[in-house]
Nanobody, 115 residues
Framework: QVQLVESGGGLVQPGGSLRLSCAAS????????MGWYRQAPEKQRELVAT???????NYAESVKGRFTISRENAKNTVYLQMNSLKPEDTAVYYC?????????WGQGTQVTVSS
């Protein structure tokens, strides 16, 4: 497994932007997928965005056009650029890595969208 550390969360006003980072303890080049999930209070964890080792991406319908996932293999880091944030984006955001067998999770970073 790989250790993942998220950062970049915080409080932002509606319409604002944040960039989340997920730093891995070792190379992410071999990871089949890297993804961001989120969990709001009293709700199930849901997929936000995924990036495959091919570079292709997948997004939840609720964030399409507003969020962008990217990876920087040289820095073993995955990013989630979040624009036009809405109050319903408020959640703990988790980074995930899947190597085709084992799945690893970070500890999460809180994102709060509120005026």
């Amino acid at each position: 497994q790989v250790q993942l550390v998220e950062s970049g969360g915080g409080l932002v006003q509606p319409g604002g932007s944040l960039r989340l980072s997920c730093a891995a303890s070792r190379s992410i080049f071999s990871m089949y997928t890297m993804g961001w999930y989120r969990q709001a209070p009293e709700k199930q964890r849901e997929l936000v965005a995924t990036i495959f080792n091919s570079g292709s991406t997948n997004y939840a319908e609720s964030v399409k056009g507003r969020f962008t996932i990217s990876r920087e293999n040289a820095k073993n880091t995955v990013y989630l650029q979040m624009n036009s944030l809405k109050p319903e984006d408020t959640a703990v955001y988790y980074c995930n890595a899947w190597d085709g067998g084992a799945s690893s999770w970070g500890q999460g970073t809180q994102v709060t969208v509120s005026s």
